[in-house]
């Protein structure tokens, strides 16, 4: 392993922090590259934080953050030449297994990590629960403990709560507040990392500000914060510095009060983009493609709505309001579901919808979860892609795979998939690649009625916009989308009409050129206040 170097900044052209003399970085990670077959992903990465500092890291789908982290957390042994200095001492690379979290570094991904069936008293013991009988554990002590914690952070969480009580806000507090408590226990107080992947696109305004206020406290008792997001507004908020990847390349290092939005695009982008924007306005006055009445499933309870031709209509609310339910009963893929959807002249009944039906109506649907539903992470690009058009390329002799792989490639051109190579796993696509080949997928079957959930999530900024312009060019054809989303700004961006669900129930409606981010934000919290608890219809 080499020794660190005189300058711990030499990589660092721009972007320098501010120091104080003679203070080492708490992290310091040179010259970190990785190959996979034939692909550098990785090249040449380096990347200073300083301690008590928030580093935001960004870049476009497929930039490499991911393989980044996973390489300080010790999944991907990096190329020889890297390094890595914490607090001024050389720390292995490859990291061993459990080496991250003995040396103060620990990870909060999107998904949590957390138990939702066990409290929240459990949750944060869960590493303990984990090499301890649990009648060992001493539980008066513990939630004593857990208590203090929240009480220095201002939390106000009752740590019996079961976590499947919580809204996701308070959950993600709870993974950061555990995750800075194994950092605090392991790198002693006032050091070690926090690495956040992503932990805020679920999260309504007030959750992302009450995240960025815990963040804050973390910093200001010395630990420093590594905050992986696509949300260039959140980053300039929340980040002293942010590090910008750009493939598997550092774009640059800046200080994040002195960046504007466009200068972080132009990073991460490596050009100008043109930013969708179409003055909404109301949904055109063609024919109604679906009527959905009366329809409970799950937690939804009695939703009824029209949804026409070229209309773009949001569902939104907070998480467990119930809105992405309707999608999911729509196409049939939510047992115990009632009520009826009237769709191409005939009335089907929501409890005896199946997939295979719902695709006979020319219903298409892309879940949320996109490996485990939505799509088949060890088959290709391409045969994921085909799935729903393998009839057109079938003939006597069998599946004509040029003329797929043609399409798909054609396709990936079209939607900036990246790498496109049809005979690429979809599970070795990042996050956001492996969304646009589903978008891709539905797109191209020009469906009658399109619902999509969450459909840009974890989507980069470039990206993102041309998905919007796939949107728009299948309403212009006449397709019905239905979009389920928590991200106020992008149905603000592609919706005709917004409905708001509370509690399972639609009770608001938002049209035109009334559906702004703060006005789906607003109607979002309102509908979640005690005091409303009126219901509507809309039809
Ligand atoms: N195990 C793997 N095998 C082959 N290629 C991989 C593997 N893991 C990642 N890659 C490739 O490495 C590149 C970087 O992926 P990575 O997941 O690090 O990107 P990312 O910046 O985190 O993207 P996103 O914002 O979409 O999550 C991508 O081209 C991806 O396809």
Same mark, same amino acid.
């Not at 969304?435 to 469906?447: D, E, H, I, R, S």
């Given at each position: 392993m080499m020794t660190s170097a005189k300058d711990p900044f030499a990589d660092l052209k721009d972007g320098l922090p501010r120091r104080k003399p003679g203070e080492a970085p708490a992290l310091l990670a040179r010259k970190v590259s990785k190959i996979f077959g034939t692909t550098k992903v990785l090249d040449d990465v380096s990347l200073a934080v300083m301690p008590g500092e928030v580093h935001g890291l960004l870049g476009a789908n497929g930039s490499g953050k991911s393989t980044f982290i996973k390489t300080l957390a010790g999944l991907h042994d990096p190329e020889p030449g890297a390094e890595l200095i914490m607090y001024g001492e050389a720390a292995p690379l490859p990291m061993p297994a459990g080496g991250a979290r003995r040396r103060g570094i620990s990870f909060v991904h999107q998904n949590l990590a957390l138990?939702?069936?066990?409290?929240?008293?459990? /949750?944060?013991?869960? /590493?303990?629960?984990?090499?301890?009988?649990?009648? /060992?554990?001493?539980?008066?002590?513990?939630?004593?403990?857990?208590?203090?914690?929240?009480?220095?952070?201002?939390?106000?969480?009752?740590?019996?709560?079961?976590? &499947?009580?919580l809204p996701q806000a308070d959950r993600a507090l709870i993974a950061i507040c555990r995750a800075f408590e194994e950092v605090r226990v392991t790198a002693g107080e006032g050091r070690g990392l926090l690495i956040l992947d992503e932990p805020t696109p679920f999260l309504p305004k007030s959750g992302v500000d009450q995240l960025f206020t815990l963040v804050r406290a973390v910093v200001a008792g010395g630990a420093s914060v590594i905050?992986?997001?696509?949300?260039?507004?959140?980053?300039?908020e929340i980040t002293d510095r942010a590090t910008i990847l750009r493939d598997g390349r550092l774009a640059g290092t800046v200080v994040s009060a002195e960046a504007d939005h466009e200068r972080f695009i132009e990073l991460i982008v490596g050009e100008r983009v043109t930013m969708f924007?179409?003055?909404?306005?109301?949904?055109?006055?063609?024919?109604? #493609?679906?009527?959905?009445?009366?329809l409970s499933a799950d937690v939804a309870r009695d939703v009824t709505f029209d949804i026409r031709e070229g209309e773009v209509l949001g569902l939104t609310g907070l998480i467990g309001s119930g809105f992405d339910r309707v999608p999911e009963a729509i196409f049939g893929a939510l047992p115990g579901s009632e009520g009826s959807v009237e769709i191409g002249g005939k009335s089907l009944?929501?409890?005896?919808? #199946?997939?295979?039906?719902?695709?006979?109506?020319?219903?298409?649907?892309?879940?949320?979860?996109?490996?485990?539903?939505?799509?088949?992470? &060890?088959?290709?690009?391409?045969?994921?892609?085909?799935?729903?058009?393998m009839g057109e390329f079938r003939s006597l002799l069998g599946m004509n795979w040029p003329k797929i792989n043609a399409h798909v490639s054609d396709l990936g051109r079209k939607y900036d998939i990246r790498p496109n190579r049809p005979a690429?796993?979809?599970?070795?696509? &990042?996050?956001?690649?492996?969304?646009?080949?589903?978008?891709?997928?539905?797109?191209?079957?020009?469906?009658?009625?399109?619902?999509?959930d969450e459909p840009t999530q974890g989507v980069d900024v470039g990206a993102r916009q041309k998905l919007f312009h796939a949107i728009d060019e299948a309403s212009r054809k006449g397709t019905a989308v239905l979009v389920a989303s928590t991200d106020a700004e992008q149905l603000a961006q592609i919706c005709h009409r917004v409905l708001v669900f509370s509690k399972g129930r639609i009770v608001s409606e938002l049209t035109g050129a009334a559906i702004t981010k703060d006005s789906i934000s607003e109607e979002t919290l309102r509908a979640h206040a005690p005091a409303t608890d009126q219901t509507q219809e809309v039809a």
């Open positions: 138990m939702p069936s066990l409290t929240v008293l459990e /949750n944060m013991l869960l /590493n303990d629960l984990a090499v301890t009988q649990q009648w /060992n554990i001493r539980w008066g002590k513990a939630r004593r403990q857990v208590a203090e914690i929240f009480e220095r952070f201002d939390i106000h969480i009752d740590p019996m709560t079961l976590v &499947s009580d905050f992986v997001a696509h949300d260039i507004d959140e980053i300039r924007q179409t003055a909404r306005g109301q949904a055109p006055d063609r024919p109604v #493609t679906a009527s959905v009445r009366k009944a929501v409890e005896a919808i #199946t997939p295979a039906r719902a695709m006979a109506q020319s219903i298409a649907y892309l879940p949320a979860d996109r490996l485990g539903k939505a799509g088949v992470g &060890s088959l290709s690009i391409a045969e994921n892609m085909a799935l729903p058009v690429q796993a979809l599970s070795s696509l &990042s996050g956001g690649n492996a969304q646009k080949v589903l978008m891709a997928k539905w797109l191209q079957t020009a469906p009658r009625l399109l619902m999509l």
